[in-house]
């Protein structure tokens, strides 16, 4: 196997994380977590992203620590982009302190092959797309479903971009994300993304695990049962798990195993953070892959 560099596209943020029990910030952001599974697998990771001149010396050097350098990123007259996850409603509540400049084209020149594409909320304009020329590419769409409200607030909504999904080689969603971009949920919306050409489409669904279509080759990928500790991250983990292999040439139900194993390891520490070793987390990995379903 050819170990290949990936690179992460979206902004490093600061959560601030409402539960039950209070409030508290952490460092947040897609290329956070993805950097802590790159680490752990021993992958290079390479960025583009924005952090603003308020943006802590002491979450630099910890992302510095495992291999995402954003020195080259920071907008001394900008805001870091600050999220607000609030734990304590039946359904995720999604907010905003402040928003980061966008990432712009210039940002994407010169990344590697692989590129993982997760915005967190609109700051990667269609031009940093168009000018994103990484010839195998992975989608989280979370940030081009949620729109920016009045107050502080952000809420979700419908999104189509096919000159960017055809383009796209491993797509990965929540359930409700899923909806907002296929028009429907399950296999059905799946299936519709298959059909656009996309190689490999997941849809996450938490404790009972992923859905993954491969051509015309449908598994079910079982979740590690685990405690569950803190929520944030899960999915960006998933995707970095399942993608860094992938993009290495691995088969789609060994990175399956990989992604779901990754994103059990970030859910069962508070902020991003892991315990299990390497090993350990490829043991994880073998024991899912035997629970694998495979329906087609």
């Known amino acids: 196997m050819v170990v290949e560099p990936i690179a992460i596209v979206g902004h490093v943020a600061i959560d601030r994380i409402i539960t039950y ?8 952001g897609p290329p956070t977590y993805v950097s802590l599974i790159t680490h752990l697998l021993g992958r290079s990771l390479a960025t583009a992203t924005k952090v603003g001149g308020d943006f802590p ?11 995402l350098d954003i020195r080259g990123f920071i907008v001394p007259t900008s805001k870091t982009t600050r999220f607000v996850l609030d734990y304590t409603r039946t359904e995720r509540g999604l907010g905003f302190d402040s928003l980061c400049a966008p990432i712009d084209p210039s940002d994407v020149v010169g990344l590697p092959e692989a590129v993982i594409l997760a915005p967190i909320v609109q700051e990667v304009p269609k031009e940093t797309i168009t000018a994103l020329d990484s010839p195998v590419l992975a ?8 729109r920016l409200d009045p107050g502080g607030s952000i809420s979700l909504h419908p999104w189509l971009d096919l000159d960017l999904l055809h383009r796209v080689s491993v797509f990965k969603a929540s359930e409700r994300e899923l909806r907002l971009v ?3 949920g399950g296999w059905e919306g799946i299936e519709r993304l298959v059909k656009l050409g996309i190689e490999v489409v997941i849809e996450t669904r938490g404790r009972d695990g992923a859905h993954i279509q491969h051509g015309d080759k449908r598994i079910i990928v079982p979740a590690h049962l685990g ?5 944030t991250g899960a999915g960006d983990a998933f995707i970095t798990g399942f993608f ?7 088969d789609v ?11 059990s390891a970030v859910v069962e520490t508070v902020g991003p953070s892991i ?4 090993s350990e987390l490829f043991e994880r990995a073998d024991r899912l892959r035997e629970g694998i379903r495979r329906l087609a």
Request: proline share 2%; glycine share 14%; aromatic share 8%.
């Open 21 to 28: 029990s209070g409030e508290r910030l952490q460092l947040g």
């Open 182 to 184: 296929a028009g429907v």
């Open 244 to 250: 860094s292999d992938y993009a290495s040439g691995e």
């Open 227 to 231: 405690d569950t500790v803190d929520m």
């Open 275 to 278: 315990k299990v070793s390497r």
């Open 139 to 146: 989608l989280d769409p979370q940030g081009f479903v949620r």
């Open 57 to 67: 010396k002491a979450y630099a050097s910890e992302l510095a620590s495992r291999g």
């Open 253 to 263: 139900e060994w990175c399956g195993a990989v992604g779901s194993a990754s994103a």
